[in-house]
């Protein structure tokens, strides 16, 4: 099995609301990303957190807050977001057991729209 | 940061027809990654590499990682309308931390 989860499918969102995204997997890795995608654009990397620790933030605005409750489950805290960060957002898992090798297995992605 | 050169970027095509994408980089890439992508939906990846000159099948897919390990090739033989799609190839360089993704190869199949 190889499924990463993602929900919701689609969020729609106010300036001012807070709302999160959820990502799950049960394939035992221990590496979890999250990415942001805009349209006709491969992904970009937001996030990395390797043995439920945060290893890489892209610079990320503070507004994106990632969270890793355990080694299956990684939220990202959306707060005060702008039009701009609408896109489709992407979880994926890898093993975690070494750079340069680990095969990411990417969720469905929840589509965001900011108004 | 570190860019992939992926062609060609759209390619629209009859079904049956075969089909060659590839990827080009700069520096060496210790790991070749390929996915497909369909519209909403997140990347699904079709066939891994890892080892320079390696040849890998999924189905009608053959990719290979080229000897310089500085580039990779996706073949789809005998296309049909459920290959549409984004195909992105991916990899890890030296550094390794970070996986870096072409721009994509936007592919459409007439019946």
């Known amino acids: 099995d190889t499924e990463v989860t993602q929900t919701p499918k689609h969020l729609v969102m106010g300036m001012t609301n807070k709302k999160s995204l959820k990502c799950e997997q049960h394939?035992?890795?221990?590496?979890m990303y999250w990415y942001k995608q805009k349209a006709k654009k491969p992904p970009e990397l937001m996030f990395v957190y390797s043995y439920e620790k945060l290893s890489i933030n892209e610079s990320v605005p503070s507004r994106f807050s990632p969270e890793c409750p355990n080694s299956s489950l990684l939220n990202l805290h959306l707060h005060a977001l702008q039009p701009e960060d609408s896109a489709l957002y992407l979880c994926?898992?890898?093993?975690?057991?070494?750079?340069?090798?680990?095969?990411?297995?990417f969720g469905p992605g929840t589509r965001l729209t900011v108004l | 940061g570190q860019q992939l050169n992926q062609s060609p970027q759209s390619m629209f095509i009859q079904e049956g027809e075969d089909v060659s994408m590839n990827c080009t980089s700069s520096?060496?890439?210790?790991?070749w990654l390929w996915y497909k992508q369909d519209p909403g939906e997140g990347p699904v990846l079709l066939i891994a590499?890892?080892?320079?000159?390696e040849l890998t099948s999924n189905g009608r897919l053959t990719a290979q990682f080229g000897i310089t390990r500085k580039d990779s090739f996706l073949n789809i033989s005998a296309s049909i309308p459920s290959d549409v799609g984004i195909y992105f190839c991916?990899?890890?360089?030296?550094?390794?931390?970070?996986?870096?993704f072409g721009g994509g190869t936007r592919l459409m199949v007439k019946p």
């Open positions: 991916a990899g890890y360089n030296n550094a390794g931390n970070m996986l870096t």
């Open positions: 394939m035992g890795h221990r590496a």
């Open positions: 590499l890892y080892k320079a000159g």
């Open positions: 520096s060496i890439f210790n790991t």
């Open positions: 994926a898992s890898s093993l975690g057991q070494g750079w340069g090798t680990d095969t990411q297995y």
